[in-house]
């Protein structure tokens, strides 16, 4: 199974980030074959949108959760129809490291 | 006097398409208005004859009264029955709704995260895998929820 983290840099140290839309860098993680793949957010700097893009994004990578810090008012039902589960991890510095590290438990 | 205020309607799953075209001979009455089905009465629709619960559940489901969803219910059928019978098309949009899928919160890893598969019962934190989690009523903190999540 796939899971996306919005990251704030392309490192594994890189903290959680935040915001999902506007995230620096997604990571794609495998849990089967446990592979990591960074993808730059090419919507990172764009006016509006970023989020449904994002979305495009991440689901062209088939991906069955999302990790961040917090989804938009457009997102939360375009997800919902896409059957992606949001994982939401308010108030608190991790690191894309420790987050696999708490999937893999 | 202004008129009762509605009250927001709770859409659990938006439809997968924006709306149904009609083909055959007679469909080329493209200058017909397209009937506007609104979120609303789709999701009544959903609940009802899709899911199989009753209007009593399903005015729970949707946070409005049970006469208010039987009003919902019978407009979107008068509506479909309108559409089928004339040939024009249906556009799903609209209506005083929100969107909400069941929050949980888990004790372990102290996440928040929905169940996208209304189906299955959550049963563990999809993070940590712990198995202490609590349903998240985020009607209670909807408008904090509506900015943060």
Redesign the interface.
Known sequence: MKVAITSRGNTLSSLVDQRFGRCACFVIYDTKSRTIEFIPNPNKDAEEGTGSASVELVASRSVHKIVSGSFGMKIKPLLDSLKIQMIVIKGQEKTIKDIIEILDH | MSPRVKTPRK??????VKGFKPYGPGSGKQNSEPVILLYEEYEALRLCDYEMYNHQESSLMMGVSRPTYTRIYASALQKIAKAFVEGSQISIEGGKVY???DWYHCGG?????????KEKEMKNC????NLQITPFDSEMTMDET?I??
């Open positions: 859409i659990q799953n938006p439809p997968l969107f909400n899928s890893c102290n996440c928040y995260f929905n169940n996208p598969e999809p993070l940590c895998g509506r943060n999540i």
